[in-house]
């Protein structure tokens, strides 16, 4: 049984293209590299055809992957999502209570997480300890290095 993945829009669309991308793309560029290395004579000590083939088994499986992920992915309508707990898709500004730092997140899925941009996964540890708080709760989350204190200061979508 798989599980559900929740995404935006924009985050679905692009894990589409990608796939778009293998399969209209890369897929045929493997074919084509295992056609070549046939062509080279002698099967059973072409390291060429066996890395071809390789090749073209982890993409198959990464298309695989990647179908299966779309098949169980929703779109969440976040005017729909309450903005008194944190949810996926929530924009929460947090203040660090070790060092005062004040750090705003958005909570993605898994595969939209971009920690550059500001995006954590809700499957991470601090997006797991920030699900389901509300403003003025302190987000007990437990890291490699011992226990990190977190204010939620503000909710917004």
Known sequence: MSKVSYYTAEGLKKLREELNHLKDIERPKASQAIAEARDKGDLSENAE?????????????????????????????????????????????????????????????????????GKISVNSPIGKGLLGKSVGDVAE??????????????ISR
């Open 141 to 154: 989350i437990q890291v490699p290095n011992g226990i990190m204190k977190f204010d939620i200061l503000e």
């Open 49 to 117: 055809y066996d890395a071809a083939k390789e090749a073209q088994g982890m993409l198959e499986m990464k298309i695989s992957k990647m179908e299966e992920t779309l098949a169980n992915a929703r779109v969440i309508d976040e005017s729909q999502l309450d903005t008194s707990k944190v949810l996926a898709l929530s924009i929460v500004k947090i203040k660090n209570q070790t060092n005062g730092m004040e750090m705003t997140y958005t909570l993605v899925a898994e595969s939209e997480a971009d920690l550059a941009s």
